[in-house]
């Protein structure tokens, strides 16, 4: 990728501290620009930064503007192009005082350097050709990663699979551009260059690549930022006792008196290498209070916005199961159901579990068929028997609760998308190519101009370019990189 222009920053020097703020035992202070090795100097006792070799290793002292020395530092150089910005780049690790660090980048700024912006050196990273769009904003990706499963997708896309995936389909559609653009050159000798069935092969393979990658996004979403799992059921059934279980934390207040929880309580935790976001429910019941009523209509949203849903059952009252089982097994449709049989510490859960399956039975989408309970996706609901205040089988709900996430293998050469910008350039591209496979199926035939289909052609270019920012503009780098931290 060529250098693109970077508004406001040319020719300055930045610096940043790049390690957490706060106190602690190191801290990196990170210098980049073209004068980065001479404004360093200044402020640096020993070896001459000229004399160092690229991606070396000194020890020396920092001195403030005064000549007074502030700290004794380790600093490493990295001349360009061959460093993170692919310009001249120092870092100086220094004591992790606060004031340390304070007193070291006003000294850097005091002899040239300006201090850096949110993103700022990954932004010149992109913009000098070092990484392309999508694996500038996976770094901020693996910063942020909470889980193993987030650090080896974002990991994965900063390394460029992703990037080289979307640079094959390019590679595609430019190929089909020139096809159509020869014909249209030669449009009045009525000439062709590709064979019609052919192209079109050509083209619906892109639309599969294309819906492939698009479709991958709830996967990633919830790798990204936590599988969502909404645990719902009636009143006092333990909904908030199995939250705090499952957190291993008294998130949520727990109290006998029915309807305590009025609004969504939300928090994550990582079980088998992935990130869960789990949302305890307000008790779903017939009540007249307004403010419950919300609380309610709430616990129906996090239903339906979550991926698997946690359905608590008191055991002791197996009679009340049929007054919920048609409205949650009808709303899950195709989502992942566990029916949570709680509060076996107060007896036997087999009548309870009885007379779930019994309900379920008669929910079953194909009434005489030979099939265990199901809903209407088809897929069968898993049953578990716990007691969440006494934490009895929760590990068993936990593998359970891993074991139906059901999410792509990670550690596959698969490319996974996980940002929201991807999938919305990606759908767009999607629809672009699919309205130039309707052109070339149904529409040349009809007299559907060649330029509409060259046109559907290059804007399925334009989003996919958009993606790894060959396309761009100075408002969309200035939002991605604006949630950066500072100091990368």
Not at 71 to 89: C, H, I, M, R, Y
């Amino acid at each position: 990728m060529s250098s693109i222009e970077l508004t406001g920053y040319q020719g300055d020097t930045i610096c940043a501290v790049s390690t957490p703020p706060g106190r602690g035992g190191i801290a990196v202070i990170r210098v980049s620009g073209s004068e980065a090795l001479e404004i360093v100097q200044r402020r640096w006792q020993g070896k001459p930064l000229a004399e160092m070799a690229t991606h070396t290793v000194h020890f020396g002292n920092l001195t403030d503007s005064a000549g007074d020395v502030l700290d004794q530092a380790v600093l490493t150089v990295f001349k360009a192009p061959n460093s993170f910005t692919g310009e001249d780049v120092v870092e100086l690790a220094c004591h992790g005082s606060t004031w340390i660090q304070q007193q070291v980048v006003q000294a850097l700024i005091d002899a040239g350097c300006r201090h850096a912006t949110a993103g700022e050196f990954t932004r010149r990273a992109f913009a000098n050709g070092r990484m392309d769009l999508s694996q500038a904003e996976a770094v901020a990706d693996v910063i942020e990663a909470q889980s193993r499963a987030a650090h080896h997708v974002a990991m994965s896309q900063m390394r460029g699979r992703y990037s080289d995936e979307l640079k094959g389909l390019r590679e595609k559609l430019l190929h089909f551009v020139a096809l159509i653009e020869l014909e249209l050159d030669f449009s009045e000798e009525d000439v062709t260059f590709a064979d019609r069935g052919e192209v079109t092969a050509l083209a619906r393979d892109i639309h599969a690549l294309i819906s492939r990658l698009a479709d991958s996004y709830r996967d990633g979403n919830a790798i990204r930022n936590g599988m969502p799992v909404a645990i719902v059921g009636q009143t006092n059934a333990g909904k908030s006792t199995l939250l705090n279980a499952l957190l291993r934390d008294d998130r949520a207040l727990v109290s006998d008196i029915h309807g305590t929880t009025r609004d969504t309580i939300e928090d994550t935790v990582v079980m088998g290498g992935t990130l869960f976001r789990f949302i305890d429910t307000a008790g779903i019941r017939q009540s007249s209070d307004t403010v419950e009523q919300m609380g309610i209509e709430r616990s129906w949203q996090a239903l339906d916005k979550a991926t698997i849903v946690l359905w608590v059952i008191d055991s002791t009252r197996p009679d009340d199961i049929a007054t919920m089982a048609h409205d949650i097994v009808s709303r899950c449709e195709g989502k992942r159901l566990i029916a949570v049989l709680n509060k076996t510490d107060l007896g036997d859960a087999q009548d309870a579990e009885n007379q779930l399956n019994k309900i379920l039975s008669t929910l079953r989408p194909h009434q005489g068929e030979d099939l265990q309970p199901q809903n209407p996706s088809g897929e069968l609901p898993q049953v578990t028997a716990i007691s969440a205040k006494r934490e009895s089988d929760i590990e068993a709900l936990r593998d359970l609760i891993v074991r139906t996430a059901t999410l792509p293998d990670v550690d596959s050469d698969a490319v996974i998308v996980t940002n929201a910008r991807h999938y919305q350039a990606l759908t767009r591209a999607r629809d672009a190519i699919a309205r130039a496979i309707d052109g070339l199926t149904n529409g040349l035939t009809n007299g559907l101009s060649g330029d509409l289909l060259d046109q559907d052609i290059r804007e399925c270019l334009h989003w996919l370019g958009e993606i790894t920012g060959e396309i761009t503009t100075d408002n969309i780098l200035g939002e991605i990189f604006a949630h950066f931290c500072v100091g990368k």
